[in-house]
């Protein structure tokens, strides 16, 4: 069965700083996708990007950028100039391109941004 | 376009009681997707529908049911409420499966 690992429960960076969440997963699929949800304390979940595994190329939207590594099963995510409305949750997903429909998400990691 | 719709918001139920939570998907999307959001707990997978038939199902005990109705909308119904099925319920759909999920508002359910 797939897995999603978060190992860093919470983080906090200045504002205008970078930051890096990271997030591993375990599968022995060689096609999937990978996403990465922002919850804030209005609960909604929203999604910040996504990733086809068979892209070489690291998706990027506007700030948020990530370091997809296939063959290490790595996918973390890259907050650029972090804004006070970064403040959330942030769950990493992964989801198989054939057969089982379901995301499958991480423990989440809480990002707290310091004015 | 109207997102994914979740009713109630909230509410609060006593052991024992049953519970039905509703959710409407995004116009044009045939899959529903209910995920139980228990604190410390992380998204659990709940069930998944699509036209109209149970698709999946998680690791959660028969009581957790659902279905899904001809306009795709669907019902979670919960009975015999124990305290620990207090959580945020979450509803989503999907149009096909590279483009993740979108995501209602939830249901915050509090069992006491």
């Known amino acids: 069965a797939q897995t999603v690992t978060q190992s860093q429960p919470e983080m906090s960076v200045q504002e205008a700083e970078t930051v890096t969440l990271s997030c591993t997963y375990d599968?022995?699929?060689?096609?999937?996708?990978l996403f990465w949800y922002k919850q804030p304390p209005s609960r909604q979940m929203i999604l910040v990007i996504r990733q086809e595994a068979y892209k070489q190329q690291n998706a990027t939207e506007n700030r948020f950028s990530v370091n997809f590594q296939k063959a290490a099963k790595s996918f973390s995510l890259k907050i650029s100039d972090s804004q006070l409305g970064d403040a959330a949750m942030y769950f990493c997903?992964?989801?198989?391109?054939?057969?089982?429909?379901?995301?499958?998400f991480g423990k989440g990691t809480r990002l707290h941004i310091l004015p | 376009e109207a997102g994914v719709t979740q009713s109630p918001t909230h509410l609060i139920k006593t052991r024992g009681q049953q519970v039905t939570l509703r959710c409407s998907p995004i116009s044009g999307h045939t899959s529903v997707y209910w995920y139980q959001q228990a604190l410390g707990l992380g998204l659990q997978f709940l069930l998944w529908y699509d036209e109209g038939e149970e698709r999946n199902r998680g690791n959660f005990p028969p009581r957790f049911s659902g279905r899904q109705f001809p306009n795709y909308s669907s019902e979670l119904n919960v009975n015999a409420l124990e305290l620990e099925d207090s959580a945020l319920y979450l509803c989503?759909?999907?149009?096909?499966?590279?483009?993740?999920?979108?995501f209602g508002s939830g249901t915050r359910l509090t069992v006491v």
């Open positions: 997903a992964y989801r198989s391109a054939w057969g089982d429909d379901k995301i499958i």
């Open positions: 599968t022995s699929e060689s096609d999937y996708y």
């Open positions: 989503a759909s999907s149009p096909i499966p590279n483009y993740g999920y979108t």
